[in-house]
C-alpha cells in the first residue's frame, strides 16, 4: 500500500531569507529523538529526520508524530516558530521526493 502521508518540511533558512545558525540546529534536533541500534549505529526515528531537499538541508517532521509523540512534536513546531523558520506541509510516501 502506497499511502501518502502528510510531512512538515523544516528549512535552515529564517522567513527573512538569512541563514539560521548555527547550521548544525537539524542534526541536534534529529539526534535528540534518535535511539542507538544493536550495532551502536545513531538511528533517526521515523518521524523526525534531517534530510537534504534542493541542496538545501532540512528537518523533514511526519505530522504522525502528533499522534505519536505530541512533546516532541509541539517542541520542533516551537523552535520552528521561536527561530523563524521556514516551513511548508507537503504530502509525501517514505521517499520524501519533494
Given at each position: 500500500m502506497n499511502r501518502a502521508t502528510?510531512?512538515?518540511i523544516i528549512e535552515g533558512i529564517r522567513e527573512d531569507g538569512s541563514q539560521f545558525r548555527p547550521?548544525?540546529?537539524i542534526e541536534r534536533i534529529s539526534a535528540t529523538l534518535a535511539t542507538f541500534g544493536?550495532?551502536?549505529r545513531l538511528r533517526y526515528a521515523h518521524g523526525v529526520?534531517?534530510?537534504i531537499i534542493n541542496g538545501r538541508k532540512c528537518l523533514v517532521v511526519d505530522l504522525?508524530?502528533?499522534q505519536e509523540n505530541p512533546a516532541?512534536?509541539?517542541y520542533v513546531l516551537a523552535f520552528a516558530k521561536a527561530n523563524q523558520l521556514r516551513m511548508q506541509e507537503i504530502a509525501g510516501d517514505d521517499d520524501d521526493a519533494a
Amino acid at each position: 500500500m502506497n499511502r501518502a502521508t502528510q510531512k512538515l518540511i523544516i528549512e535552515g533558512i529564517r522567513e527573512d531569507g538569512s541563514q539560521f545558525r548555527p547550521s548544525d540546529w537539524i542534526e541536534r534536533i534529529s539526534a535528540t529523538l534518535a535511539t542507538f541500534g544493536p550495532d551502536h549505529r545513531l538511528r533517526y526515528a521515523h518521524g523526525v529526520q534531517p534530510k537534504i531537499i534542493n541542496g538545501r538541508k532540512c528537518l523533514v517532521v511526519d505530522l504522525l508524530l502528533r499522534q505519536e509523540n505530541p512533546a516532541a512534536y509541539e517542541y520542533v513546531l516551537a523552535f520552528a516558530k521561536a527561530n523563524q523558520l521556514r516551513m511548508q506541509e507537503i504530502a509525501g510516501d517514505d521517499d520524501d521526493a519533494a
